[in-house]
């Protein structure tokens, strides 16, 4: 699945930084970087969960901390990014929210931990900005769904026997 390309792309790297960045991309995140920290840079299970779920997290914060001060700015400065931004809250806010609302923290939760391409700690960032959530509770959200999805998929990885 995870072929030596990988390490060609991340050779000017200790493996441990390879992980953090590949848990960094879009997408990939934990999801890639676990099988491929273990299998690829041949690194303890351990240290390659550790890795991985910061560096899934440094695009979190950065997501949380920026996006809506950029988001207002955009809004300010150009009516087309205004509108689209309106119409983008009152339809994902119109479609959701009631689930969000009877489900809370869990379904943010749970929408991180799921390690399937377009749920994770990105698009986590994204839909707790969308609805709202303050900073101080996102965070600690995300990093929770985040630690599940790194647990299911090392446990996918290796399987439950090897992981101590």
Not at 29 to 48: M, Q, S, W
């Amino acid at each position: 699945m995870f072929n030596i390309e990988w390490a060609e792309i991340f050779s000017g790297f200790s493996p441990e930084i390879a992980v953090l960045i590949i848990a960094m991309i879009p997408i990939a995140e934990l999801r890639a970087a676990i099988p491929i920290g273990i299998t690829v840079f041949d690194l303890p299970v351990i240290t390659t969960f550790i890795y991985a779920f910061i560096g899934n997290l440094i695009p979190v914060v950065i997501i949380l901390l920026c996006l809506e001060p950029v988001s207002r700015w955009l809004m300010i400065h150009s009516k087309t990014f205004q509108r689209f931004l309106n119409w983008l809250f009152d339809r994902t806010r119109k479609k959701h929210s009631e689930k969000f609302e009877r489900y809370g923290a869990l379904a943010l939760i749970s929408f991180v931990a799921i390690p399937l391409p377009i749920t994770g700690g990105w698009t986590g960032s994204l839909a707790a900005f969308l609805f709202g959530i303050p900073f101080r509770k996102a965070l600690p959200l995300i990093m929770v769904g985040v630690a599940f999805a790194g647990a299911i998929v090392t446990i996918l990885s290796v399987g439950l026997d090897n992981i101590f």
